[in-house]
Nanobody
Framework: QVQLVESGGGLVQAGGSLRLSCAASGRTFSAYARGWFRQAPGKEREFVAAITWSGGSTYYADSVKGRFTVSRDNVKNTVYLQMNNLKPEDTADYYC???????????????????WGPGTQGSVSS
């Protein structure tokens, strides 16, 4: 079993930054590929970013490419999402997820992930 807990959400103005963290506990952390998703009010959950178990490869949604950076520290069992130049349309609940079976995968599909955190809210005012 893997437990994931996000933190770092908050309210910022457009153009500002937030850094989300996702701490893992339970089974071996470093063996899992990780992803970030978000869900805005009234919308479906959407892919944001993914990172392989080693951190050597990453993948981003077009809407955040060049503004968001995903990274991980396997010693601290934590994955990060640095969000810069935030826009009001980035307002959402942000979720981290772990994919067990394919450590080198960079999947954008929510159903491919096995474990999820409860989410943290990020709000961007105009």
């Amino acid at each position: 079993q893997v437990q994931l807990v996000e933190s770092g959400g908050g309210l910022v103005q457009a153009g500002g930054s937030l850094r989300l963290s996702c701490a893992a506990s339970g089974r071996t952390f470093s063996a899992y590929a990780r992803g970030w998703f978000r869900q805005a009010p009234g919308k479906e959950r959407e892919f944001v970013a993914a990172i392989t178990w080693s951190g050597g490869s990453t993948y981003y949604a077009d809407s955040v490419k060049g503004r968001f950076t995903v990274s991980r520290d396997n010693v601290k069992n934590t994955v990060y999402l640095q969000m810069n130049n935030l826009k009001p349309e980035d307002t959402a609940d942000y979720y981290c997820a772990a994919e067990v079976d394919r450590p080198q995968a960079l999947t954008t599909i929510a159903n491919d992930y096995d474990y999820w955190g409860p989410g943290t809210q990020g709000s961007v005012s105009s």
